[in-house]
C-alpha cells in the first residue's frame, strides 16, 4: 500500500490528485466486481458545506445512473454527519436501487449521520483506527438529546424547589421557543430510520434481533451511554453491539485498496478545495467547492 506521503508524490507529476484517485478506485472496484461510490467530506480541511444535506441525493442520482444494478453497490464514507431527513432519502434511495445489496467501508470517521447512513448497508468495514459515533442529531451546536435533558432536569429541579425557577430561567431561554419539541423529533426520527435500516437489512436474520437492537440503540443513541455526540465508537465496540462489522486488517490486500482510496480522496479535496464529493470511478457525482453557497 502507498503510504499518504508516496500518493501525494505520485499525484505531482501525473496530472493530478483526481487522476490517482480514480486510479486506486478502479483497483478497488476490479477486486471486488461490485458498484463503487465514494462519499467524502472536507470536514478535516475546512467548515464550510460540509455536511450531509439534500443537494447530495443529486450526486448519488447522478453516481448510480448506468450502473449494473445487480452487482450490488459498495460505498466508501468519510462525513462528520449532517441532516437526518436527507440521510433517510439517501439511505431509502440506495437500498431501493440495490435491493439492500449494499456495504459500506469506513477508512477513517463516519460520524453521526455518516453512522446513520452505514446502518443501512448489511456490513460494515472498519480498520483498528477507524471511528462511528452517536446518532442523535444535532441542530446546530445543540445536540438534541441533551437538551431533552436539560429540559427534564430543569423541570424537576423546580417542581423540588420552585425557588430554582430563576436560575434555571436564563439558561432555558436561551433556546428558541418550539426548538424542545423539534429536538425530540429529531431524535425520534433517527432512531426510527436506524431501526428500519437495521430490522430489514444488516439484521433481518438474527435470531435475537429485538436484544440487538436495544444494544444498539443504548450505544449509539443513548446519551447516558453516549455522554458526546462526537464520541468515537470503536470497530470492537460497534461489533460487540451486534452491528456486522469486520476489520479491513483481517485482508491485507483490502486494507492496502480502502486506504489507497483514503489517502487520495483526501489528497483530491484539500488540494482542489472541495466541501463535498460524491462520485464513482467515472468521475461522475456531485464535486461541491468549499466556498460553493448551496
Known amino acids: 500500500m502507498p503510504s499518504n506521503l508516496q500518493i501525494q508524490q505520485e499525484a505531482s507529476p501525473s496530472g493530478g490528485p483526481g487522476s490517482v484517485l480514480f486510479k486506486y478506485m478502479k483497483k478497488f472496484q476490479e477486486r471486488t466486481g461490485r458498484n463503487l461510490i465514494i462519499y467524502y467530506s472536507g470536514f478535516l480541511f475546512t467548515n464550510a458545506n460540509v455536511s450531509i444535506q439534500e443537494q447530495d441525493m443529486e450526486g448519488f442520482m447522478e453516481a448510480v445512473y448506468k450502473m449494473d444494478k445487480k452487482k450490488g453497490l459498495d460505498i466508501i464514507i468519510h462525513t462528520p454527519g449532517g441532516s437526518v431527513a436527507a440521510t433517510e432519502g439517501i439511505g431509502n434511495y440506495l437500498r431501493s436501487v440495490f435491493a439492500n445489496n449494499i456495504e459500506c ?20 468495514y472498519m480498520g483498528k483506527h477507524s471511528c462511528l459515533g452517536p446518532i442523535d442529531p444535532a441542530i446546530g451546536s445543540y445536540r438534541t438529546d441533551a437538551v431533552s435533558e436539560e429540559f427534564e432536569t430543569a423541570k424537576k429541579d423546580i417542581e423540588k424547589n420552585p425557588n430554582l425557577a430563576l436560575l434555571w430561567q436564563p439558561i432555558i431561554s436561551k433556546y428558541p421557543i418550539t426548538f424542545l419539541g423539534e429536538c425530540k423529533k429529531a431524535t425520534e426520527l433517527a432512531e426510527i430510520v436506524s431501526a428500519k435500516w437495521l430490522s430489514e437489512g444488516m439484521l433481518k436474520n438474527v435470531r435475537s434481533k429485538e436484544k440487538v437492537l436495544g444494544q444498539v440503540k443504548n450505544l449509539f443513541a443513548t446519551h447516558d451511554t453516549t455522554k458526546s455526540h462526537d464520541r468515537h465508537i470503536s470497530a470492537h465496540e460497534a461489533k460487540k453491539s451486534g ?12 486494507q492496502d485498496a480502502v486506504l489507497s482510496v483514503h489517502h487520495a480522496a483526501n489528497l483530491f479535496i484539500k488540494r482542489e478545495k472541495f466541501s463535498r464529493i460524491i462520485t464513482n470511478t467515472g468521475g461522475i457525482g456531485l464535486f461541491v467547492k468549499a466556498e460553493t453557497k448551496d
Not at 469506513?106 to 446502518?119: D, E, Q, V
Not at 452491528?243 to 483490502?254: P, T
Open 243 to 254: 452491528l456486522n462489522v469486520e476489520l479491513i486488517e483481517n485482508d491485507a490486500d483490502l
Open 105 to 124: 467501508y469506513i477508512p477513517h470517521m463516519a460520524m453521526s449521520c455518516g453512522t446513520l447512513l452505514a446502518m443501512a448497508c448489511q456490513k460494515i
